[in-house]
Every structure is written in C-alpha cells, then in structure tokens.
T-cell receptor, first 117, second 112 residues
Framework: DSGVTQTPKHLITATGQRVTLRCSPRSGDLSVYWYQQSLDQGLQFLIQ???????AKGNILERFSAQQFPDLHSELNLSSLELGDSALYFCASSPVGRRDTPGETQYFGPGTRLLVL | DQQVKQNSPSLSVQEGRISILNCDYTNSMFDYFLWYKKYPAEGPTFLIS?????DKNEDGRFTVFLNKSAKHLSLHIVPSQPGDSAVYFC???????????FGGGTRLMVKP
C-alpha cells in the first residue's frame, strides 16, 4: 500500500460526458502528479500540482483540467469524453517537489480505469 | 521522441537465476532514475532508485547500475522468484519534483 488513494476504481461512461477522478496523496506529500496509461502507450505525464498551485503540464488535452485543494487532495476533470480517452489514470505524490533538492521518489495510487463507450 | 527506452518488451528467466532488465535514455539532463514494478490494473510500485552521482545502488535482491557515459541503466534481480513476474518500468526525471518520463516497460516472467 503506497498510501496514495484514488477513487473511483472503475468508471464507465459515454462519449460527450464529463467525469471527475479523485486522488488523496500520502500524508505529508505536497506534490501531486497525474499520469495516463493507454493501451498502446506507456505512462504519460499529464499535470502536476504543488501545494495547491499548478507546477507543470505535460501532454494534457484542453478538455482535461485538474486542481489541488487546501487539504492537498486533487481532482482530475475530463470533459467531452471521446473513445480514445479510455485508459488507466494514475495519481502519484512526492514529499516536497522542490527543484533544488536531490531527486525524489513518486508513489503511485492504484489508478482509475476509465472506459468510454 | 522517446527519451527513455526499454528495448526488450519481454524477458523469461528461470527461478533462482539472475534477471537483467535494461533501459536507455537520451536526455543528458536526467539526474534521477527509478524502477517500478507493475501488475495489471494496479498502480506502479516503487522498487529502487539511483541518482546520477552514483553508479550502483543495492536493496536486497535488487541492484540498479547506472552508466552515465552510455546513458544506460540496468536492474539486476538475484535470485529471481516467480513472484517477481510483472511488468517493470524504468523512469527518469531531471530534477526533484519534476515529472517522470517512463520507458515502455519490460514484461518479466520467472518460471518455477
């Protein structure tokens, strides 16, 4: 158990709909990262939040957005869903996220499996 | 442009023998490297990491080697056990708190 929790575990929805995925980081971790794993692709970085502020963006679609709340949990919002959005979505957290410190490990949650029909 | 590559999609090893998983990278700014183990429909589980100031890091049966000049790292598992059967991902970052760039994964099968 990494200490990172994600809900829901599974989500089935239709094209055009909007869903919200939730992540609670490990206790004390300030940084939250979202990754997507599609069938034909590896793990791709989407977006990072640090202590409530957006820190970095990867190849995240404009239809997707995220936020981190004062209690440090994060939500990933996916809208106008398309068939190609079906994937595993993982949240990870790390303690500090400061760029002037040595590399740090990210711990992953169990993921949310999204199926768009 | 794949900055982290795992060229072997699968590897089969006999129980008790050594498993060697390889990873190559192209971005010279990467300074922290990690290996994760992943089962289907589960999140990646952290195994071991190494920073660019070291060339070896050991943790029990797992050892990671880093060759910066060749931009190559490898994970050695000795002895291999059937429970080690999973997909292994290498990942790299270019600074603390920065995103991880993942390789495509290698599926390890350890046969009893």
């Amino acid at each position: 158990d990494s200490g990172v929790t994600q809900t829901p575990k599974h989500l089935i929805t239709a094209t055009g709909q909007r869903v919200t995925l939730r992540c609670s980081p490990r206790s004390g971790d300030l940084s939250v990262y979202w990754y997507q794993q599609s069938l034909d692709q590896g793990l791709q970085f989407l977006i990072q939040y640090y202590n409530g502020e957006e820190r970095a963006k990867g190849n995240i679609l404009e239809r997707f957005s995220a936020q981190q709340f004062p209690d440090l949990h994060s939500e990933l919002n996916l809208s106008s869903l398309e068939l190609g959005d079906s994937a595993l979505y993982f949240c990870a957290s790390s303690p500090v996220g400061r760029r002037d410190t040595p590399g740090e490990t990210q711990y992953f949650g169990p993921g949310t499996r999204l199926l768009v029909l | 442009d794949q900055q982290v590559k795992q060229n072997s999609p699968s590897l089969s090893v006999q129980e008790g023998r050594i498993s060697i998983l390889n990873c190559d990278y192209t971005n010279s700014m990467f300074d922290y490297f990690l290996w994760y183990k992943k089962y289907p429909a589960e999140g990646p589980t952290f195994l071991i990491s190494i920073s660019s100031i070291k060339d070896k890091n050991e943790d029990g049966r797992f050892t990671v080697f880093l060759n910066k000049s060749a931009k190559h790292l490898s994970l050695h598992i000795v002895p291999s056990q059937p429970g080690d059967s999973a997909v292994y991902f290498c990942a790299a970052s270019d600074g603390a708190g920065n995103m991880l760039t993942f390789g495509g994964g290698t599926r390890l099968m350890v046969k009893p």
